[in-house]
């Protein structure tokens, strides 16, 4: 009897622990910094979606997400996605999907480029804004990234950030090896927009990014004011009924 309900207690306890865990933060150098996302920012959300659709979809699938589904949730009228978004050969209905096919994706870029549906959700907000600001140009002129070493994936948005070199720094480990580790960045060239442009850019993106992980929460969210609304007037309603019932017998 007493190890059954300590089994459950220890279910109960773990679900508690993973509901409220959030995202893992990969360990690596880069820009960490916290970001607050507010996918409730429909302008911000839709110059995410501008960038995600001119920039990211060439290589990366989004195929859990409708177009339409951004009309409802972006605040846009069927002609609006129609004109800003929809591929010419698409239609309302369709999913994100890409348009290079996974074999020529995997033929220029042997890694395929994984679909990024519910990365917002895998990786979290802080961890895509360093890793999208993270991108620099090592000794051989070659893209990489702090935060993802040795990707395959190019700076989508050098013109805009411009170029940036990483130094790194020796660090010995308890062991006494030494190891090199992230410093900091310095610029080579400037881009078209400042740093705080820049960054401006990324918040939009990674809040698309974060809201399509999860587009329900928009609805959800609202619905949610009514619900506790709905809760406070009932339990008024019942403390008064509670109220009139004991008035005679006290
Ligand atoms: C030229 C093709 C290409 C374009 C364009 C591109 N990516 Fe990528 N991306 C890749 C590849 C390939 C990878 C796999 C990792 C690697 O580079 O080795 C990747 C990886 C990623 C990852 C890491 C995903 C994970 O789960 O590890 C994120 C996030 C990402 N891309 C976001 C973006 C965003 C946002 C854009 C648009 C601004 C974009 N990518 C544009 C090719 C591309």
Redesign the pocket.
């Known amino acids: 009897m007493m190890s059954s309900v300590k089994i459950k207690t220890n279910i109960v306890i773990v679900a508690l622990l993973l509901l409220f865990s959030v995202p893992a933060q990969a360990a690596g150098g880069g820009d960490f910094k916290q970001v607050n996302i507010n996918v409730h920012d429909k302008s911000a959300l839709q110059r995410g979606a501008v960038?995600?659709v001119n920039?990211?979809l060439?290589?990366?699938a989004a195929s859990y997400m409708r177009y339409s589904r951004l009309g409802e949730d972006l605040g846009l009228s069927e002609d609006q996605v129609r004109e800003t978004f929809l591929p010419a050969n698409a239609k309302i209905g369709d999913t994100m999907t890409v348009s290079m096919t996974a074999e020529e994706a995997t033929a220029w870029?042997g890694?395929?480029?994984?679909d990024?549906s519910v990365?917002g959700r895998?990786?979290g907000a802080n961890w895509?804004n360093a890793?999208?600001t993270s991108f620099y140009q090592d000794e051989n002129g070659e893209w990489n990234n702090t935060v993802?070493p040795d990707?395959?994936?190019?700076h989508?948005?050098w013109e805009q950030q411009g170029i940036q070199k990483a130094i790194f720094k020796d660090e010995e480990d308890a062991h006494g090896y030494t190891h090199k580790v992230f410093s900091h960045f310095e610029t080579v060239s400037e881009g078209s927009q400042s740093a705080e442009e820049y960054q401006r850019t990324i918040h939009d993106?990674v809040t698309y990014?974060i809201y399509m992980g999860e587009p329900a929460r928009i609805q959800r969210e609202s619905m949610g004011i009514w619900v506790l609304l709905f809760l406070a007037m009932f339990t008024l309603v019942a403390y008064m009924l509670k109220v009139e019932y004991w008035k005679d017998i006290h």
């Open positions: 960038l995600f920039n990211c060439s290589c990366h870029f890694n395929k480029a994984p990024l990365v895998s990786k895509l890793y999208l993802f990707l395959v994936m190019p989508v948005f993106l990014l």
